[in-house]
């Protein structure tokens, strides 16, 4: 091992780890073990290692049977296995990545952690024998049989700037961060306008999902007297209750989907606002006093979904437009008066602005960090270098509705 990564190896081991816990109950390396491992301490560190070709042959070429004790953090534990692959029946092995405290994270039917003998009581596949412990090679072991080829000198300064967006703190609803990184382009309405139009002709209103109450606040010079919120993401519904509760605003926890009530009187309010949360439509009707307005901007379902692509994910809301939301307020008796659809591109100028927004839209790239991500990030990147640029596809509509 070369005298660069030698003072490396515990940050070597702290990530690889972390990569593979983040792929717990993951599928995607279903049995296979040894590419699991190897890539647990390739994609986080910026290296390659040239290995063997299938877990038995490591434990062979690692003496893996000479240590038999509990295998110490970062090691492969190595295992015989029998089956057939390709029509040849043989000794694969399996292999997993030791956490130091007797358990091993491993590639089996999906990813888990298991102890590491209990490893060997797992329900083989058909025409396979249960693992039997072999023993484990340090991690020092592994790289110094292997060739190791370090990023180029820019690229690992790029992933620890990437490293540094990720833990930037993120609360409410507050993308000022990303001011001049994240480009949206304009959509035809300005819902901020239209909600202090309705605001002032209103003496009840309620912002549903108001996230940390930042865009609310924006617009306290239209407050009716009577206002009230709700939020249900628990950094959010702390940050709001400190900053609305004490100018009066009544602040519920109310979680927003299609099904569930919210606690509030029938005809209670005369204006229900709603920017990117779900609602419960017939819950929306039933609190509108009559002549009341609803008024709602929504991202459309398949909102940058070849960003998502890009990470292996898919949009999971893919039924939301303008077409279908519409069709459930007319069901709940509600009256469509605007409904304008809009899409365009949502630009970034530089992949760390990305790593922030997908860590702090955590729905978007289920587990996504830098460290689980790191080949997809540099993909992106080699396209921002190909001078391709970072635009990828958005969504969105309004809908205004009346009781």
């Keep these: 091992m070369g005298e660069v990564l030698s003072d490396q190896i515990e940050t070597y081991v702290d990530r690889a780890v972390r990569w593979a816990m983040g792929l717990l109950g993951s599928t995607e390396y279903r049995y296979l073990c040894l590419g699991f491992v190897e890539d647990a301490y390739e994609m986080p560190n910026g290296i390659e290692l040239d290995g063997y070709s299938y877990a038995k042959e490591s434990a062979d070429a690692y ?12 090691a492969y534990v190595l295992y015989d296995c029998w ?6 029946r043989k000794n694969w092995g399996h292999v997993g990545l030791s956490l130091g405290d007797g358990k091993v994270v491993h590639a089996w039917d999906k990813v888990r952690v298991d102890g590491y003998l209990e490893v060997q009581n797992l329900a083989a596949g058909p025409g396979w024998t249960r693992p039997q412990y072999v023993g484990w090679a340090p991690v020092s072991q592994v790289f110094e049989g292997a060739t190791i080829r370090t990023l180029r000198a820019h690229q690992r300064k790029l992933v620890e700037a990437w490293r540094r967006e990720e833990q930037q703190p993120f609360s409410g609803w507050d993308f000022s961060y990303l001011t001049g990184r994240m480009l949206e382009e304009e959509h035809p309405w300005s819902y901020p306008a239209r909600a202090a139009e309705l605001m002032q002709q209103s003496s009840a209103v309620l912002d549903m999902g108001t996230g940390g109450g930042e865009r609310l606040l924006e617009l306290r010079a239209y407050w009716p007297k009577k206002v009230a919120v709700t939020e249900d993401y628990p950094p959010n519904l702390e940050l709001v209750t400190k900053r609305l509760a004490p100018l009066g605003v009544r602040v519920e926890n109310v979680s927003l989907t299609i099904y569930d009530p919210m606690p509030f009187a029938d005809g209670e309010f005369d204006l229900v606002l709603n920017r990117h949360s779900g609602f419960n439509a017939d819950e929306v009707a039933r609190i509108l006093a009559p002549g009341g307005t609803f008024l709602t901007q929504q991202v459309h379902g398949l909102w940058a979904q070849d960003l998502l692509a ?3 994910a898919k949009p999971q809301w893919p039924e939301a437009t303008l077409y279908n939301n519409a069709d459930i307020l007319k069901a709940a008796g509600l009256t469509i008066v605007r409904a304008e659809d809009w899409s365009g591109k949502l630009t970034f ?17 289920p587990g996504f960090a830098v460290d689980t991500h790191l080949e997809c990030l540099l993909e992106l990147q080699a396209r921002l270098e190909r001078g391709e640029g970072l635009a990828f596809e958005a969504g969105k509509y309004l809908i205004e509705a009346c009781r």
């Design 349 to 365: 100028t530089d992949v760390g602005a990305i790593a922030y927004y997908l860590k702090a839209v955590p729905w978007l790239v």
């Design 310 to 312: 890009v990470f292996g």
């Design 63 to 74: 003496g893996a049977e000479r240590n038999i004790g509990v295998p110490p953090r970062g």
């Design 83 to 88: 089956g057939e692959i390709k029509g040849e």
